[in-house]
């Protein structure tokens, strides 16, 4: 038979359908060159820091201090979270009472606990606290305002201080907040 435009022998013809079925056999046989797809891991839930009441000092939320006592020392001495290797921020605000204005006193960064790596209520990795030391004559700061609030932040996420003051973290992030409301009493010795 004669090749007539597009038509060919039909040797020709059963030649190519067993090389086609001995191409799919090899590949059945041996699997596809190329491999499965790879899958692509999603990254692990965020959850959000914490402080704990039992990790703060002073442990009391309402604390009256002498502005003609010595300084006072304010701390978180740990932070937790469930996520592992975290970079928690915490970040310290001062506000006259009641929600008033006030500002950022200090920002510290936190990681894994180095000194204790086991888990707190077995779920929670340790994170290293901060802590904030009140001069209560700095009238810079406290001006002469009797009440105050501090608070302490945790944030796992960049914390961003809105144009009303209120602190809001980026989007997927979380924070948690500790307050003590302050109130001073007497008066800042004569220098």
């Known amino acids: 038979m004669k090749r007539l435009g597009r038509w060919t022998r039909p040797e020709r013809a059963g030649k190519i359908a067993a090389q086609a079925a001995l191409g799919l056999m090899l590949l059945t046989q041996w699997g596809c060159p190329f491999g499965p797809p790879i899958p692509v891991e999603e990254a692990p839930p965020n959850f959000p820091p914490f402080i704990s009441e039992e990790f703060i000092t002073p442990r009391d939320n309402r604390v009256t201090i002498s502005r003609s006592g010595p300084q006072v020392t304010f701390a978180v001495n740990q932070v937790f979270d469930i996520n592992e290797n975290e970079r928690l921020e915490l970040t310290w ?61 945790v944030s796992d996420g960049a914390l961003i201080i809105d144009e009303t003051g209120q602190p809001q973290v980026a989007e997927n992030a979380f924070m948690d907040v500790h307050s003590w409301t302050i109130e001073f009493v007497n008066e800042c010795p004569e220098l």
Do not use: K, M
């Open 93 to 153: 605000l001062s506000r006259f009472a009641p929600g008033g204005s006030g500002g950022v006193l200090s920002e510290n960064f936190s990681g894994r606990d180095p000194n204790n790596p086991t888990l707190h209520r077995g779920i929670f990795h340790r994170y290293t606290g901060a802590s904030y030391t009140l001069d209560p004559c700095d009238t810079q700061l406290w001006g002469d305002q009797q009440h105050h609030v501090l608070s302490v932040i």
